[in-house]
């Protein structure tokens, strides 16, 4: 990571029929609106909100037509209208300097941290927990145990833009602001009513979604007071299992065929069900492998083709893949939110104002199945194996039968997550005058309250290992071999060989219900004060100071069953503990040659209670040679600090395979651990960013942009990877072997972790934003393009040299991201296209591409079947349609992937992660064509 010169400076029918049921009744009321739609203009969007607001994100300088040196995107309101997005989040994502954001479709369950069905926003591919989210510019509360905000609370009905800062801000808000700030800003002086249904169903009849949104403003004592509020309810049915025609059931395995210098790949990406785990049971070692037990219990030999444990390729492996199992694209989602705010000039320079919100979200899905990858032994008495099957482990000597399964008839795991999240804020704020100038004000008290409630349904480990072992009492009853002995012990056998064997009463008895209530709180209170003091020769230099103490809090509590690892998966730990943290900031812009050059200055001194004293910067020029050319640069020192998780976890547990290779490589089940640590220092990040922007006269309503950024990110909070710890363990580390816990027969039941600053993060690229707008004909042409392309994405964990990432589609970052959008308008028809998408990529860059006179396979450089992801390409369609006759009225169609464009295939497995989907969700669109249709109406 060496320096360059830059750097030193730097129910289908049902429910979709009810959606439209309430369209038509609440556009039946909104109708005798009288007052036109006021249609916000996409080509204000282009340019950066400082350019006519007050208060710019990324900046605590207040004035007018100040423009910050850190690079800001704005979504206006145009924008948001024609997409009519489910979830607001889904169009932020869109933009490119977005990375792998947390979204219903890309959780896969979330048993163990309870994340599942929340929107989160990911800057720069850094993490969520990196990218600082703000409501009005005040920090949004957690809505996970891991630190994740969740766009779902916010007040969508109220927002008029979305800025989001591309550079470093922690001087500017403190902890988190690493690869930015994304800052929803309300519209607070908002009067009249509006409101909005809006339904959408997916090109396959399923993922049937509605939405209702009300929202009014109004002001009162003669225009001294405002208030306004708004209510919203959206749903959305989820897609059960895998209903897709694009599933092909890719892994990324060991190549059954190589061999030392025989030209074949060591990876092969192909079709490919298990060995070790079938929907009923499978042998999976000794003279009757491959055996496994069908519907009914009936014994089949597996066609194995070609196969290497745990995958098999070609023969049946459409059997014992997980894709025929219950595992759910997208969860089912409902959610409820109010919102309120009110002001009041007391006089012409105090105002009084607060605000209070609250959101309830529950969402519910079928998690992976209840998989087991061989281990499980099954005794020759055991009353459900068939005689045939019986009459041949007497003959082959067996006793007993080593088999997996992902236990079809149990089903998935059964999720789900419910949160209440309320938001509190008092205020007041005004202005003064002082030295010869205005000063402004402005003081909160902010209470953020986060109830958390998650629940999985796994089965109980003791239960199911009773109830599988079942055998004949005297009378020929099947029992339980542990009733035998203890005959009121209540177990129920169950017949896991094979599908459609299991009964409900059995099924009952193994379920378990581990849950976990969580209650996190945070209290903030701040005080702000900006003015312009005094002038240079070059004008008036305005600055920001101000104060905050927060304080965040966690409390939980979980079931008995839990804190002994009782459950297959989930086993919740209780997260307790709390920090604080006070601050002080102070920021400068200072005028150098009057409207040519001006600088930003910005420090924050902060004091955590958990880690310490941590100083932040930034540095930041503007220079104007001309007025068709902006010059910006910044230099920044952000940090992040160790989130309660983090700090306190108390090992939280969930369940996964691995290849041990203390067994031959054995595919194995096993507890993942992951505690806190209550000595962790918050990370360090520097910025630097160059860019220059571009408006030039002889060509009115162009913008463009380009912006290079660099971030460096040490000290960083991770911890090992669960392979790492294995992996560095089998090569003597003694000190990651006492992480490491095995049975008695040396079977590997455990893997501990706890995050350290021990990683060093690197990305680097350049953003290029160009919008135009121009008149044609009877209407106006508005064009936007954005584009991020990554130069540089690496990962020092420490171990070995930095990895890179770049170009990786299954964990990295693309080489370029982009979104590009047209809209034309003319009178009350406005049409909007937009194309989207990454480019394509690899697995792993280290990795050689071939299928056959391979070059010798090395740990640094392996050989693979193919070393390619596809790109893709979206196209988005919609239209607006305000009716001349129907005043304030305002319809939207629109289609998502139009071409219906099924995800490239991006393989699971060996090496890249492990379970059933066969694409990547993050960069890929799984649900495939969608349309929406929204009604709205303003009076």
């Given at each position: 990571?060496?320096?360059?010169?830059?750097?030193?400076?730097?129910?289908?029918?049902?429910?979709?029929?009810?959606?439209?049921?309430?369209l038509?009744l609440?556009?039946?009321?909104?109708?005798?609106?009288?007052?036109?739609?006021?249609?916000?203009?996409l080509?204000?969007?282009?340019?950066?909100?400082?350019a006519?607001?007050?208060?710019?994100t990324?900046?605590?300088?207040m004035?007018?037509?100040?423009?910050?040196?850190?690079?800001?995107?704005?979504?206006?309101?145009?924008?948001?209208?024609?997409?009519?997005?489910?979830?607001?989040?889904?169009?932020?994502?869109?933009?490119?300097?977005?990375?792998?954001?947390?979204?219903?479709?890309?959780?896969?369950?979330?048993?163990?941290?309870g994340?599942?069905?929340?929107?989160?926003?990911?800057?720069?591919?850094?993490?969520?927990?990196?990218?600082?989210?703000?409501?009005?510019?005040?920090?949004?509360?957690?809505?996970?145990?891991?630190?994740?905000?969740?766009?779902?609370?916010?007040?969508?009905?109220?927002?008029k833009r979305?800025?989001?800062?591309?550079?470093?801000?922690?001087?500017?808000?403190?902890?988190?602001?690493?690869?930015?700030?994304?800052?929803?800003?309300?519209?607070?002086?908002?009067?009249?009513?509006?409101?909005?249904?809006?339904?959408?169903?997916?090109?396959?009849?399923?993922?049937?979604?509605?939405?209702?949104?009300?929202?009014?403003?109004?002001?009162?004592?003669?225009g001294?007071?405002?208030?306004?509020?708004?209510?919203?309810?959206?749903?959305?049915?989820?897609?059960?299992?895998?209903?897709?025609?694009?599933?092909?059931?890719?892994?990324?395995?060991?190549?059954?065929?190589y061999?030392?210098?025989n030209?074949?790949?060591y990876?092969?990406?192909?079709?490919?069900?298990?060995?070790?785990?079938a929907?009923?049971?499978?042998?999976?070692?000794?003279?009757?492998?491959?055996?496994?037990?069908?519907?009914?219990?009936?014994?089949?030999?597996?066609?194995?083709?070609?196969?290497?444990d745990?995958?098999?390729?070609?023969?049946?492996?459409q059997?014992?893949?997980?894709?025929?199992?219950?595992?759910?694209?997208?969860?089912?989602?409902?959610?409820?939110?109010?919102?309120?705010?009110?002001?009041f000039?007391?006089?012409?320079?105090?105002?009084?104002?607060?605000?209070?919100?609250?959101?309830?979200?529950?969402?519910?899905?079928?998690?992976?199945?209840?998989?087991?990858?061989?281990?499980?032994t099954?005794?020759?008495?055991?009353?459900?194996?068939?005689?045939?099957?019986?009459?041949?482990?007497?003959?082959?000597g067996?006793?007993?039968?080593?088999?997996?399964?992902?236990?079809?008839?149990?089903?998935?795991?059964?999720?789900?997550?419910?949160?209440?999240?309320?938001?509190?804020?008092?205020?007041a704020?005004?202005?003064?005058d002082?030295?010869?100038?205005?000063w402004?004000?402005?003081?909160?008290?902010?209470?953020?309250?986060?109830?958390?409630?998650?629940?999985?349904?796994?089965?109980?480990?003791a239960?199911?290992?009773?109830?599988?072992?079942?055998?004949?009492?005297?009378n020929?009853?099947?029992?339980?071999?542990?009733?035998?002995?203890?005959?009121n012990?209540?177990?129920?056998?169950?017949?896991?060989?094979?599908?459609?064997?299991?009964?409900?009463?059995?099924?009952?008895?193994?379920?378990?219900?581990?849950?976990?209530?969580?209650?996190?709180?945070?209290?903030?209170v701040?005080?702000?004060?900006?003015?312009?003091?005094?002038?240079?020769?070059?004008?008036?230099?305005?600055?920001?100071?101000g104060?905050?103490?927060?304080?965040?809090?966690?409390?939980?509590?979980?079931?008995?069953?839990?804190?002994t690892?009782?459950?297959?998966?989930?086993?919740?730990?209780?997260?307790?503990?709390?920090?604080?943290?006070?601050?002080?900031?102070?920021?400068?812009?200072?005028?150098?040659?009057?409207?040519?050059?001006?600088?930003?200055?910005?420090?924050?001194?902060?004091?955590?209670?958990?880690?310490?004293?941590?100083?932040?910067?930034?540095?930041?020029?503007?220079?104007?040679?001309?007025?068709?050319?902006?010059v910006?640069?910044?230099?920044?020192?952000?940090?992040?600090?160790?989130?309660?998780?983090?700090?306190?976890?108390?090992?939280?547990?969930?369940?996964?395979?691995?290849?041990?290779?203390?067994?031959?490589?054995?595919?194995?089940?096993?507890?993942?651990?992951?505690?806190?640590?209550?000595?962790l220092?918050?990370?360090?990040?520097?910025?630097?960013t160059?860019?220059?922007?571009?408006?030039?006269?002889?060509?009115?309503?162009?913008t463009?942009s380009?912006?290079?950024?660099?971030?460096?990110?040490?000290?960083?909070?991770?911890?090992?990877?669960?392979?790492?710890?294995?992996?560095e363990?089998?090569r003597?580390?003694?000190?990651?072997?006492?992480?490491?816990e095995?049975?008695?027969?040396?079977?590997?039941?455990?893997?501990?972790?706890?995050?350290?600053?021990?990683?060093?993060?690197?990305?680097?690229?350049?953003?290029?934003?160009?919008?135009?707008?121009?008149?044609?004909?009877?209407?106006?042409l508005?064009?936007?393009?954005?584009?991020?392309?990554?130069?540089?994405?690496?990962?020092?964990?420490?171990?070995?040299?930095?990895?890179?990432?770049?170009?990786?589609?299954?964990?990295?970052?693309?080489?370029?991201?982009?979104?590009?959008?047209?809209?034309?308008?003319a009178?009350?028809?406005?049409?909007?296209?937009?194309?989207?998408?990454v480019?394509?990529?690899?697995?792993?860059?280290?990795?050689?591409?071939?299928?056959?006179?391979?070059?010798l396979?090395?740990?640094?450089?392996?050989?693979?079947?193919?070393?390619?992801?596809?790109?893709?390409?979206?196209?988005d369609?919609?239209?607006?349609v305000?009716p001349?006759?129907?005043?304030?009225?305002?319809?939207?169609?629109?289609?998502?992937?139009?071409?219906?464009?099924?995800?490239?295939?991006?393989?699971?497995?060996?090496?890249?992660?492990?379970?059933?989907?066969?694409t990547?969700?993050?960069?890929?669109?799984?649900?495939?064509?969608?349309?929406?249709?929204?009604?709205s109406?303003?009076?």
């Open positions: 990571m060496k320096d360059s010169a830059l750097e030193i400076f730097a129910g289908k029918k049902s429910i979709f029929s009810k959606g439209i049921s309430l038509a609440l556009s039946g009321s909104t109708m005798l609106a009288a007052p036109a739609w006021a249609q916000g203009e080509g204000d969007s282009v340019r950066s909100a400082s006519s607001e007050i208060v710019v990324g900046s605590r300088i004035r007018d037509g100040y423009d910050a040196p850190t690079p800001v995107s704005v979504l206006g309101a145009a924008e948001l209208e024609a997409s009519a997005p489910e979830n607001i989040a889904d169009l932020v994502n869109q933009l490119p300097g977005m990375g792998t954001s947390e979204n219903p479709q890309t959780q896969g369950g979330q048993i163990s941290n994340g599942t069905g929340i929107n989160s926003l990911n800057l720069r591919d850094l993490g969520s927990v990196r990218t600082l989210v703000l409501l009005d510019g005040k920090r949004v509360p957690a809505a996970t145990l891991t630190g994740l905000v969740d766009v779902n609370f916010l007040p969508h009905m109220l927002v979305v800025d989001v800062v591309t550079g470093g801000a922690s001087a500017a808000y403190g902890s988190d602001a690493v690869a930015g700030v994304v800052n929803f800003v309300l519209d607070k002086d908002f009067t009249g009513i509006k409101t909005l249904i809006q339904g959408g169903i997916s090109n396959y009849g399923d993922d049937e979604n509605y939405k209702l949104g009300f929202a009014a403003g109004s002001s009162f004592a003669d001294r007071g405002h208030v306004l509020v708004s209510a919203e309810h959206s749903f959305k049915q989820g897609i059960k299992g895998y209903p897709r025609p694009w599933y092909t059931g890719a892994k990324l395995m060991l190549n059954p065929s061999a030392v210098g030209g074949q790949p990876y092969l990406v192909a079709p490919a069900g298990f060995t070790t785990a929907p009923g049971a499978i042998v999976t070692t000794g003279a009757l492998k491959g055996l496994y037990f069908g519907p009914g219990g009936t014994p089949a030999q597996l066609n194995t083709g070609l196969a290497r745990p995958y098999v390729v070609g023969g049946d492996w059997y014992t893949d997980f894709g025929n199992g219950p595992q759910d694209i997208d969860p089912r989602v409902s959610r409820q939110s109010v919102f309120g705010y009110a002001s000039d007391v006089s012409d320079s105090v105002k009084l104002y607060a605000q209070a919100a609250f959101a309830r979200t529950h969402t519910s899905m079928n998690s992976t199945p209840a998989f087991v990858l061989g281990g499980i099954i005794q020759r008495d055991n009353a459900f194996l068939p005689q045939e099957i019986v009459d041949r482990m007497t003959d082959l067996l006793n007993t039968l080593n088999v997996g399964t992902w236990n079809a008839d149990y089903g998935g795991i059964l999720t789900e997550t419910t949160r209440k999240q309320q938001r509190y804020v008092v205020g704020s005004g202005s003064f002082m030295l010869g100038s205005d402004k004000w402005d003081a909160y008290y902010n209470r953020n309250v986060s109830n958390i409630f998650n629940s999985a349904f796994p089965y109980v480990r239960r199911y290992d009773q109830a599988i072992d079942a055998v004949r009492d005297a020929g009853v099947i029992v339980c071999r542990s009733t035998l002995t203890n005959p012990n209540g177990c129920v056998p169950y017949n896991m060989l094979g599908t459609g064997t299991a009964s409900e009463a059995a099924i009952n008895y193994v379920r378990g219900n581990t849950w976990l209530r969580s209650k996190l709180t945070q209290d903030v701040a005080a702000a004060l900006s003015g312009q003091p005094f002038a240079t020769w070059a004008g008036p230099v305005s600055i920001a100071l104060a905050e103490h927060r304080r965040e809090k966690i409390r939980s509590k979980v079931d008995d069953l839990s804190l690892n009782a459950y297959w998966a989930g086993n919740y730990k209780p997260l307790n503990g709390a920090y604080s943290v006070t601050e002080a900031y102070v920021e400068a812009a200072v005028p150098l040659v009057a409207d040519m050059l001006d600088a930003n200055l910005a420090a924050r001194a902060t004091d955590y209670s958990s880690s310490g004293y941590v100083t932040t910067w930034k540095v930041g020029l503007n220079f104007t040679p001309i007025e068709d050319i902006r910006r640069l910044t230099r920044s020192r952000d940090i992040r600090a160790g989130n309660l998780s983090e700090l306190y976890a108390e090992g939280q547990t969930q369940t996964a395979s691995i290849n041990d290779p203390f067994r031959g490589g054995a595919s194995t089940t096993y507890f993942q651990v992951t505690s806190g640590n209550l000595n220092k918050p990370e360090k990040a520097d910025t630097f160059a860019g220059v922007v571009l408006r030039p006269r002889f060509l009115p309503g162009l463009a380009v912006d290079y950024f660099d971030i460096r990110v040490k000290d960083v909070l991770a911890s090992l990877s669960f392979a790492d710890i294995l992996g363990c089998y003597g580390d003694q000190l990651l072997c006492s992480q490491i095995r049975d008695s027969n040396g079977v590997l039941t455990v893997i501990n972790r706890t995050p350290v600053n021990f990683q060093a993060r690197l990305v680097r690229g350049l953003d290029f934003e160009l919008g135009y707008r121009v008149p044609i004909g009877k209407g106006d508005t064009l936007r393009a954005m584009a991020t392309h990554y130069l540089k994405s690496e990962l020092d964990n420490g171990l070995t040299v930095p990895n890179s990432s770049l170009g990786e589609l299954r964990g990295g970052v693309p080489n370029w991201k982009y979104r590009m959008q047209a809209t034309y308008s009178g009350p028809i406005s049409l909007t296209a937009v194309g989207r998408g480019s394509d990529g690899v697995y792993d860059v280290n990795y050689i591409g071939c299928e056959n006179n391979c070059p396979y090395t740990a640094n450089n392996p050989t693979i079947s193919t070393n390619h992801i596809d790109g893709t390409f979206y196209v369609l919609s239209a607006t305000t001349k006759a129907l005043p304030g009225i305002k319809m939207v169609f629109a289609v998502d992937n139009v071409a219906n464009r099924a995800p490239s295939v991006a393989a699971r497995g060996t090496g890249v992660g492990s379970g059933p989907l066969d990547y969700g993050f960069y890929f669109d799984m649900i495939g064509r969608r349309f929406r249709v929204a009604l109406a303003e009076f």
